[in-house]
């Protein structure tokens, strides 16, 4: 725990107009993400929770499987080796599918749930 608290935070300051861009585009983002999930550090039910790992955990498997494609075309195109990094992407995004369904276990997301996963 002590090794926890200590932790330093750091953060980059942005420099061009795209940092702040992406900097305005991500707090945009969590925000909205905070808003629809009902995020409340202080008065957070376990329901509330689980509602939002359910929805994270869903998003997170996206990015290593596209990736994986892309590579995947990349590689047909170009008719050159990958050298491994297709397979490791995929079991990223396996893993992260796994996280989901341990968490489907707990609870069964509503329609409102699945039309925000699907959206994102």
Excluded: C
């Amino acid at each position: 725990m002590n090794e926890i608290e200590n932790v330093a935070e750091t953060h980059k300051k942005p420099e061009k107009i795209r940092d702040y861009l992406a900097l305005s585009f991500l707090k945009t983002l969590r925000g909205t993400f905070d808003i629809v999930t009902g995020f409340n550090e202080n008065k957070m039910t376990e329901k509330q929770w689980i509602t939002r790992t359910v929805f994270l955990e869903a998003v997170a498997s996206v990015p290593g499987f596209v990736a994986a494609m892309h590579r995947h075309m990349r590689s047909l195109r170009s008719m050159e080796r990958d050298h491994g990094w297709i397979h490791h992407l995929l079991e990223e995004s396996e893993n992260e599918r796994m996280h989901l369904f341990i968490f489907l276990y707990l609870t069964e997301p509503g329609f409102f749930n699945r039309l925000m996963v699907i959206m994102t």
